[in-house]
């Protein structure tokens, strides 16, 4: 191991020339250091080089240069001190974050990982203030992938993004949480956000309102094209319709399943009105 930890506070670290040291950030008007193995802040603490402005949390420091993670059980992943990609980023698998610092990685799969959601805690056990039970990291949602599906979390009623890792219980099904409500000091909250469901509700009912909207004017314009192309084809298509025994299989009741499929005069009449009165229904009732 190329990282090794002389007396706790002095670190002899692969990323950095000189020796780093161990000391508390004291709180103040100077901007933090970033940490330069994640990007965040060191707000409490930090290994620091100080005439170079390097620093490094101390979670972030500790990282081996192999580690295994129960996300990912099929292979350890490799501490890489920059993104293995072309485009010198990577896509985190926890919170689904871009990133260009220090990296977990598997080069089997390009798992990749940010040194702080790495850290969070992953056990079935993990103690919360937020909940009687112990918590687990949940590492796919049953919702992942499926687009505006949101969990709502249990401790603070805003949407969890269902792409991101959460905290769920195993004794209640119910139970999610995001990650800063159930672990409030953990250094990765930040980029596991919480979504203003009151937002997204709104949000929903625009989209709702519009799409009912383009669905009537499809409507209209399939109507209207039927029209013409009827008044131009009466006869002939009368007489295909009469010739097949069609216009006797097509009853009411299968007006609305055969909207474009050809009828007579009356029947494309009476769909007419059967799709105005639908669409309009649908308009007062949202
Ligand atoms: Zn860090
Ligand atoms: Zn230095
Ligand atoms: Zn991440
Ligand atoms: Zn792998
Ligand atoms: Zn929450
Ligand atoms: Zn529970």
């Known amino acids: 191991m190329e990282t090794t930890s002389k007396d706790g506070y002095t670190l002899d670290h692969i990323s950095h020339l000189h020796d780093l040291h161990l000391a508390d950030v004291p709180a103040g008007d100077a901007p933090p250091p970033r940490c330069h193995a994640c990007g965040l802040d060191c707000t409490r603490s930090a290994y ?109 009623q805003q949407g969890i993004v269902p792409e991101q890792w959460h905290y769920g219980c195993d004794r209640c099904e119910t139970f999610a949480a995001h990650v800063g409500c159930a672990v409030p000091d953990a250094l990765a909250k930040d980029l596991y956000p919480r979504v203003d469901m009151q937002r997204v509700r709104a949000e929903q009912e625009a989209r709702n309102t519009a799409a009912l909207l383009q669905q009537y004017q499809q409507m209209s314009a399939l109507i209207s094209a039927q029209s013409s192309m009827f008044a131009s084809n009466t006869a002939s298509m009368i007489n295909a319709m009469q010739g097949l025994n069609l216009g006797a299989r097509m009853s009411n009741e299968n007006l609305a399943i055969n909207f474009n499929k050809s009828g007579t005069g009356d029947e494309i009449r009476k769909r007419e009105e059967y799709y105005k009165q639908g669409v309009f229904g649908w308009l007062h009732k949202a």
């Open 48 to 156: 620091q080089c100080a005439p170079c402005g390097y620093a490094l949390h101390p979670s972030c420091a500790r990282v081996g240069r192999a580690a295994r993670h129960p996300a990912h059980p099929e292979h350890p992943l490799s501490l890489r001190l920059a993104p293995p990609y072309q485009s010198g980023i990577y896509t985190c698998d926890a919170c689904r974050v871009g990133g260009h610092e220090f990296v977990l990685h598997c080069h089997h799969c390009q798992f990749d990982l940010h040194l702080p959601c790495a850290a969070l805690p992953a056990d079935a056990a993990v103690a919360s203030r937020a909940h009687p039970h112990p918590l687990r990291l949940v590492y796919d949602s049953p919702h992942r992938g499926k687009q505006g599906v949101l969990v709502v979390c249990t401790v603070c």
